[in-house]
């Protein structure tokens, strides 16, 4: 199995594993969210593949579309983690948000092109970061205003 390919199933493990240490109560709490913010992510990934706005080069699988093991893993664990620990503080909700996807736009999809896991092609990174953090916000506002889940004042 080539690198690539073996760090995408690491990945998809390491992120699984992390998931219950969130809580049950706190997963069941924002999932819902996720599920909103992962539709609109795989809807996007049909343009995507057709504007060629970006290339994953490693599946897990041929029957599996490529962008759905990033999904359905690290961006999983990842928003489970943010929302548990920034949901009801906009300010460090925004922050962290801002932070991870200039990451993500920056200097992770340079090194997912250099091991050749994904790469970006018609699509700059900076247009990535603002797709991605755009979604952030569509993701607090479902949460807080679809959901109608207020946090409650602190104690």
Do not use: C
Not at 121 to 139: C, G, H, N, Q, T
């Amino acid at each position: 199995m080539k690198l690539p390919r073996k760090l995408l199933f690491a990945m998809l493990f390491l992120s699984w594993i992390s998931i219950p240490f969130i809580g049950w109560k706190d997963i069941r709490r924002f999932l819902p969210s996720y599920f909103f913010i992962a539709f609109l992510l795989l809807a996007e990934s049909y343009p995507a593949r057709k504007l060629k706005w970006w290339h994953a080069k490693t599946n897990v699988s041929h029957n599996i579309d490529a962008e759905l093991p990033y999904i359905s893993s690290a961006y999983l664990a990842i928003v489970l983690w943010i929302m548990k620990f920034t949901y009801g503080k906009f300010i460090p909700f925004t922050v962290v948000n801002l932070l991870m996807n200039l990451v993500l736009a920056y200097p992770l999809s340079s090194f997912a092109r250099k091991i050749n896991l994904y790469s970006l092609e018609r699509m700059p990174p900076f247009i990535l970061f603002v797709l991605m953090y755009a979604k952030s916000f569509l993701l607090y506002g479902f949460q807080r205003y679809i959901l109608l889940d207020r946090p409650s004042p602190p104690a």
